[in-house]
């Protein structure tokens, strides 16, 4: 068992640059979750993912982000017009079921100049 | 204010001694997660709770829903267990996990 897969582990963009996340959650997990740290808002989450239809996005800002999940097998978060602020690390989550354990990648590190 | 408060913010503790750290919660929590955090960044699981005590070797935690806190008990502490301790809720109908703002725990021998 890999864990949850996350890539690129590390990215840097131009300010105005799209940027692409990848999430391969554990095999068998029914739900993807995206979650956001930085240093001065914490662990926060973005939106979810269950049986491959999008569930809850109230965490996501309205403009220029999107996430996808087209097969079981991984989901997308992307970044249109990257923006400094966006600068954070991108942490990815599976679980088997609903009210279980959440089992986290070790995150996308994204840094927009 | 903060809807999962975790204390204390930051802990400093000699090698061999015991410690515990607290989360208070202002939504419906239904399960807790505990995680640490270490310094690469990686978030591992250390405990799932319902309503209830588990423990794990030198780990024992404690989710009380009626008042709404949680616990994370350390005993004997190692250098191992430096980093950042999250507790992390679920509850409400949302699958989702509400953070607190972690606990920064350094071991020093």
């Known amino acids: 068992n890999a864990g949850v897969i996350q890539t690129p582990r590390h990215k840097v963009t131009g300010k105005g640059q799209e940027a692409t996340l990848w999430c391969e959650p554990i095999?068998?997990?029914?739900?993807v979750f995206w979650y956001r740290q930085t240093i001065v808002q914490g662990l926060e989450f973005l939106t979810y993912?269950?049986?491959?239809?999008?569930?809850?996005d109230s965490g996501m800002p309205k403009e220029r982000f999107s996430a996808q999940m087209p097969n079981q097998s991984h989901s997308t978060l992307k970044i249109q017009s990257t923006q400094p602020q966006d600068s954070a690390v991108y942490l990815c989550?599976?679980?088997?079921?609903?009210?279980?354990?959440?089992?986290f990648g070790p995150g996308t590190r994204l840094l927009v100049l | 204010g903060d809807q999962v408060k975790q204390s204390p913010s930051a802990l400093s503790l000699q090698e061999g001694t015991n410690s515990a750290l607290r989360c208070n919660f202002s939504?419906?929590?239904?399960?807790v997660q505990w995680f640490l955090q270490n310094p690469r960044g990686s978030l591992m699981n250390l405990f799932y709770?319902?309503?209830g005590t588990k423990e794990n070797g030198r780990l024992k935690s404690t989710f009380n829903s009626k008042e709404s806190y949680s616990t994370l008990h350390i005993r004997d502490a190692q250098l191992e267990d430096s980093g950042t301790y999250f507790c992390?809720?679920?509850?409400?109908?949302?699958?989702?996990?509400?953070f607190g703002k972690g606990t920064q725990l350094i071991i020093q021998p």
């Open positions: 989550a599976s679980s088997l079921a609903r009210e279980d354990t959440q089992y």
């Open positions: 095999s068998g997990h029914s739900a």
């Open positions: 993912f269950r049986n491959q239809a999008p569930i809850d």
């Open positions: 939504i419906a929590t239904t399960t």
């Open positions: 709770l319902v309503p």
């Open positions: 992390a809720a679920e509850g409400g109908g949302a699958d989702r996990l509400t």
